[in-house]
């Protein structure tokens, strides 16, 4: 059974700073991977999706990487902004697994002005 | 607006109440589901259709009742729910499904059941 894990659960940072957000998955058989950002109480905005063939996808102050043999991806994300302070989600869709999208429990992310 | 829209944005409904969550796209996408989010839990899937067929059931109890008269609407029939069904009720389509391409999510409808 595929388990996503998302590290660290919780960050919060000064406005300006560079992060990283973690993301791993036990069973590298996977399509894809995608990552959502979600405001309190709304639903899920997509941000990058990297297809299993890929190793990294890039937009605007965002880059994800996916190293799929080792079951990790990363969310960078440059100079950090109060407007980016929301719950950010981590999720894999398995070859084995039909239409299954399974997500991480996520990591919640405050900027500081 | 993502081009996933989902009706009502809240819905409060007492545990002997009927009532219909809809969802809709007009992103050509063929593949539609019903995610549920609880408070401190990860997002489950409930039900998958792919050209208006179910093809995926997540154990889900009888009182959700999906219906997918078309590749763009989804809707999910509630009735005789229980309180611990509370939760963010998301929708999602795809071109397909198990698709290279990704998931669009609407915004939700957030569910209390009294």
């Known amino acids: 059974k595929q388990e996503v894990t998302q590290i660290p659960a919780a960050l919060s940072v000064p406005e300006g700073e560079n992060l990283v957000l973690n993301c791993s998955f036990t069973?590298?058989?996977?399509?894809?991977l995608q990552w959502f950002r979600q405001d309190p109480g709304k639903g899920l905005t997509s941000l990058l999706l990297?297809?299993?063939?890929?190793r990294e996808q890039t937009s605007g102050r965002l880059n994800a990487s996916l190293d799929k043999s080792s079951g990790r991806s990363t969310l960078y994300i440059a100079a950090s902004q109060p407007g980016d302070s929301a719950t950010y989600l981590c999720?894999?869709?398995?070859?084995?697994?039909?239409?299954?999208?399974?997500f991480g429990e996520g990591t919640q992310l405050t900027v500081n002005p | 607006e993502t081009g996933v829209t989902q009706t009502p944005r809240h819905l409060v409904m007492g545990m002997t109440n009927k009532k219909s969550l809809k969802c809709e796209q007009h992103?050509?996408?063929?593949?539609m589901y019903w995610y549920k989010q609880s408070a401190k839990k990860p997002l489950e899937l409930m039900f998958v259709?792919?050209?208006?067929?179910?093809?995926e059931n997540n154990s889900v109890p009888s009182r959700f009742s999906p219906e997918c008269p078309n590749s763009s609407h989804l809707f999910l029939h509630l009735h005789t729910l229980q309180p611990e069904d509370s939760a963010l009720y998301l929708c999602?389509?795809?071109?397909?499904?198990?698709?290279?391409?990704?998931?669009?999510f609407g915004s939700g409808t957030r569910l209390t059941v009294v």
């Open positions: 259709y792919n050209f208006k067929e179910q093809t």
């Open positions: 999602a389509s795809s071109p397909r499904a198990a698709t290279l391409y990704g998931y669009t």
């Open positions: 992103l050509g996408h063929n593949a």
């Open positions: 069973d590298s058989a996977i399509y894809n």
């Open positions: 999720a894999v869709i398995q070859e084995t697994s039909g239409s299954r999208l399974t």
């Open positions: 990297i297809q299993s063939s890929q």
